[in-house]
Nanobody
Framework: QWQLVESGGGLVQPGGSLRLSCVAS????????IGWFRRAPGKEREGVSC????????NYADSVKGRFTISRDNAKNTVYLQMNSLKPEDTAEYYC??????????????????WGKGTLVTVSS
């Protein structure tokens, strides 16, 4: 059974850090482009970051550039999202998702093939 399981969310103060993990089971992440998305209360799901199959290319939403870092460890079948300098507006449910590799490093929401169930990040003092 395919699964993507996110973890690492929680409550953090503004300026703090969290590292999210997304572990795949039932299949290998090697063949997929992977993205992180988030949905804030009352808003639509938006793309946060995306990483190519080999990990050499990454993309970030303007709102998180310079603060978030995506990485992958194919040997551990895991993708990470390191989030630093967190702001209250980063509060959201965070999801990882995969799509079949086409040599690119973009993660259009409509192109993602499989989603995890999310982990909640709350940034508040």
């Amino acid at each position: 059974q395919w699964q993507l399981v996110e973890s690492g969310g929680g409550l953090v103060q503004p300026g703090g850090s969290l590292r999210l993990s997304c572990v795949a089971s039932g299949f290998t992440l090697d063949y997929y482009v992977i993205g992180w998305f988030r949905r804030a209360p009352g808003k639509e799901r938006e793309g946060v970051s995306c990483i190519s199959r080999g990990g050499g290319r990454t993309n970030y939403a303007d709102s998180v550039k310079g603060r978030f870092t995506i990485s992958r460890d194919n040997a551990k079948n895991t993708v990470y999202l390191q989030m630093n300098s967190l702001k209250p507006e980063d509060t959201a449910e965070y999801y990882c998702a995969i799509r079949i590799d086409d040599g690119g490093s973009q993660c259009p929401r409509s192109s993602m093939n499989y989603w995890g169930k999310g982990t909640l990040v709350t940034v508040s003092s």
